[in-house]
């Protein structure tokens, strides 16, 4: 037993890790990966603690976490059914779930909660993944008109996925293209001016929190000031 319970907290930071390697979001790697253990917590009590701890300790490192998983995650764990789980795991194993059960509990109410229901990059992972990208191919492309389309074309999924993703993108883009002095096309650049010109801050809705909406307001009119 001691090698299933330990392979299968690897195996599940393993899957999402490889989701995060496909470029996607902390939350849509987390509900990926969830999605593909939802079979496995079936199997018996040790797989259902260990599967909503795992999934508990990633959300910790999370900057939001999703109203409905959290609910679930607490209830799932709160209502373990103690004696089977001891019947399935030595009393070492037994214990060390325990432990790590009660440390999700007791930090889980410290993440913020995401009350909005699109699975999405969130504020400011976003703005770094944008930051982290421009870092790179600033250094490698010998053009640099090019950078506007290479971003646009990394984060393309992004930018259709929600209004919140698509403007912290491209106001991202702009400030890092005005911060280096990036000599690119002028219609790219009012293309991007327009959009953010014409972008409405209420309509990102839960996307965003209200300090975050905050800060991309003043972001944004920051930008927009230093385009002539």
């Not at 599967?51 to 990633?58: D, F, K, L, T």
């Not at 910790?60 to 209502?79: G, M, V």
């Not at 009350?115 to 490698?140: A, C, L």
Request: aromatic residues 12%.
């Amino acid at each position: 037993m001691k090698r299933n319970y330990e392979s299968l907290f690897g195996a599940f930071y393993e899957r999402y890790f490889d989701f995060k390697n496909e470029k996607m979001s902390d939350a849509e790697a987390i509900a990926c990966t969830t999605d593909a253990y939802f079979g496995v917590q079936s199997r018996g009590e040790m797989e259902k603690a260990v599967v909503y701890i795992a999934e508990g300790n990633i959300y910790l490192t999370h900057s939001k976490i999703f109203f409905k998983a959290k609910e679930r995650i607490i209830e799932t764990l709160n209502s373990l059914d103690l004696d089977q789980l001891q019947v399935e795991t030595t009393p070492d194993e037994y214990k060390d779930i325990l432990e790590r059960r009660d440390m999700v509990l007791d930090e889980i109410d410290n993440i913020p909660v995401d009350y909005s229901p699109y699975t999405r990059w969130h504020y400011y992972e976003m703005e770094k993944e944008v930051k982290d990208y421009f870092g790179i191919i600033y250094n490698e492309v010998k053009n640099k008109s090019e950078i506007i389309e290479k971003v646009l074309e990394r984060f393309e999924r992004e930018c259709t996925n929600t209004l919140s993703e698509n403007i912290v993108v491209k106001t991202t883009l702009l400030e890092l293209l005005i911060r280096y002095s990036v000599m690119v096309d002028e219609e790219d650049i009012m293309k991007l001016r327009s959009e953010l010109e014409q972008f409405e801050l209420g309509e990102v809705g839960q996307q965003l929190s209200e300090f975050e909406k905050l800060d991309l307001s003043i972001r944004i009119k920051d930008v927009l000031s230093k385009i002539i």
